[in-house]
């Protein structure tokens, strides 16, 4: 089993930037690739970013490209997700999770496992 504990949600306003963090334990040999995804009030889960662990490919919606960025410290087993250029759109809960499966995206069916999310709000 993998657990993941987010942090480093928190209000602020619109232009500015937030770095979220996920800090993974467990078997994380299990682990092919993780990814954050965010749920507003009344909508579904949206993936927003994925990385392999391994390194390498990364993937985005399109509308967090060239303001948010996804990375990993493999040494600290932490994933980070660094939004910049908040918008009100972008308040939601942020959800780290990981899969084990062989191709990376932004499905929520791809993940096993999830954190308890934190929450993000851009006014």
């Known amino acids: 089993h993998v657990q993941l504990v987010e942090s480093g949600g928190g209000s602020v306003q619109a232009g500015g930037s937030l770095r979220l963090s996920c800090a993974a334990s467990?078997?994380?040999?299990?682990?092919?690739?993780m990814g954050w995804f965010r749920q507003a009030p009344g909508k579904v889960r949206e993936g927003v970013a994925s990385i392999y662990a391994a390194g390498g490919s990364t993937y985005y919606i399109d509308s967090v490209k060239g303001r948010f960025t996804i990375s990993q410290d493999h040494a600290k087993k932490t994933l980070f997700l660094q939004m910049n250029s908040l918008k009100p759109e972008d308040t939601a809960m942020y959800y780290c999770?990981?899969?084990?499966?062989?191709?990376?995206?932004?499905?929520?069916?791809?993940?096993?496992?999830w954190g308890q999310g934190t929450q993000v709000t851009v006014s």
């Open positions: 999770a990981a899969g084990p499966g062989r191709f990376c995206g932004l499905g929520v069916r791809q993940y096993n496992y």
């Open positions: 467990g078997n994380i040999n299990d682990v092919n690739f």
